[in-house]
Nanobody, 122 residues
Framework: QVQLVESGGGLVQAGGSLRLSCALSGRTFRTYDMGWFRQTPGKERECVSAISRSGASTYYVDSVKGRFTISRDNAKNMVFLQMNSLKPEDTAVYYC???????????????WGQGTQVTVSS
């Protein structure tokens, strides 16, 4: 059974930075594409960023391009999301997800973390 545990969320002022981390256990990490999603009340879960199993391919939603960077360390079974120049509209619960054929949609991911709250104050 795959388990994902996120960390690194918190409260930050606009313009600040946070780094989210996600650790995968229970399966071979390098076999999974990884994604970071976020969700606010009443809205669908949105793919913020994704990275292929090798790390060679990445995806960013337009609203975070140039501000967020996704990376992975296959030796440590971890994926990261570096978030810079944060804006109040980035406030959400952020989820880490793992999928054998992960893409930009939530249904493409089989496993999910519990989520970590990111709050950006203006």
């Amino acid at each position: 059974q795959v388990q994902l545990v996120e960390s690194g969320g918190g409260l930050v002022q606009a313009g600040g930075s946070l780094r989210l981390s996600c650790a995968l256990s229970g399966r071979t990490f390098r076999t999974y594409d990884m994604g970071w999603f976020r969700q606010t009340p009443g809205k669908e879960r949105e793919c913020v960023s994704a990275i292929s199993r090798s790390g060679a391919s990445t995806y960013y939603v337009d609203s975070v391009k140039g501000r967020f960077t996704i990376s992975r360390d296959n030796a440590k079974n971890m994926v990261f999301l570096q978030m810079n120049s944060l804006k109040p509209e980035d406030t959400a619960v952020y989820y880490c997800a793992a999928g054998l054929e992960g893409g930009h949609h939530a249904y493409e991911y089989e496993y999910w973390g519990q989520g970590t709250q990111v709050t950006v104050s203006s």
